[in-house]
């Protein structure tokens, strides 16, 4: 089974509805991260969470809210969905110990009509 | 602010072709520095790390990296590519204390059999 998954993998949705990507992890890691994926620009940060407490906006938060139910969930939402939000998505964990590198989800692709 | 550029957008080589991705990075402090690689509808896998010691690292694949500190680089290299290396490949930094890691825009590599 996948350490990280995150669900759905695909979803399309109409400007103006509410959406929530979700994501688990197997890992037992403290850390967790919500990336966008656009062309020509690599991953950015939307938010990130170093424990269940902490919550912390990354460089592209606005539109975006999130919420760390447990150590293992951590969930991406975008509160009125627009077209430029139209992206692949990833969900990433690592380790609190030390330096570490990051696990990635498979993705989710979303996109805004 | 901090920066990570990778040089070359995308890249199209001949199988054993050599191979070297630029990345540089804009931070004077102490870094960690990461090459991941994301092949075709895959999620990200860390290729190679470098957090401290020997400047040239080695890393899955066939592929290494050097540290060049005061350049600011990690350098990707590959003495000789095959078709499977196509793929996208990301230059990520991570500052130590800042907690977050920075992605580059990515390089597309494009093998040709």
């Known amino acids: 089974d996948a350490d990280v998954t995150q669900t759905p993998r695909n979803r399309i949705t109409k400007t103006g509805k509410r959406i929530m990507l979700e994501c688990s992890q197997t890992?037992?890691?403290?850390?967790m991260y919500w990336y966008r994926q656009d062309p020509g620009l690599g991953l950015r940060l939307i938010y990130y969470s170093f424990d269940v407490k902490d919550i912390n906006k990354g460089e592209i938060s606005d539109g975006y809210s999130v919420s760390r139910q447990a150590q293992a969930k951590f969930s991406l939402s975008l509160e009125s969905a627009i077209p430029n939000q139209t992206a692949l998505y990833f969900c990433?964990?690592?380790?609190?110990?030390?330096?570490?590198?990051?696990?990635f989800g498979p993705g989710t692709r979303l996109t805004v009509t | 602010a901090q920066s990570v550029s990778q040089h070359n957008h995308h890249v199209i080589l001949s199988e054993a072709a050599s191979l070297e991705l630029g990345c540089n990075y804009s931070y004077g402090g102490t870094v960690n520095l990461f090459w991941y690689v994301q092949y075709p509808g895959q999620h990200l896998q860390l290729l190679l790390k470098y957090f401290s010691g020997d400047p040239l690292v080695k890393g899955i694949k066939g592929f290494e990296a050097e540290f060049i500190k005061s350049k600011f680089s990690f350098n990707l290299r590959k003495p000789s590519v095959q078709w499977s290396d196509t793929a996208e490949y990301f230059c990520a930094v991570e500052s130590l204390g800042g907690f977050k890691t920075i992605f580059g825009a990515g390089t597309r590599l494009f093998v040709k059999a």
């Open positions: 890992k037992g890691h403290d850390r």
């Open positions: 990433a964990t690592s380790d609190n110990r030390g330096p570490d590198e990051q696990y």
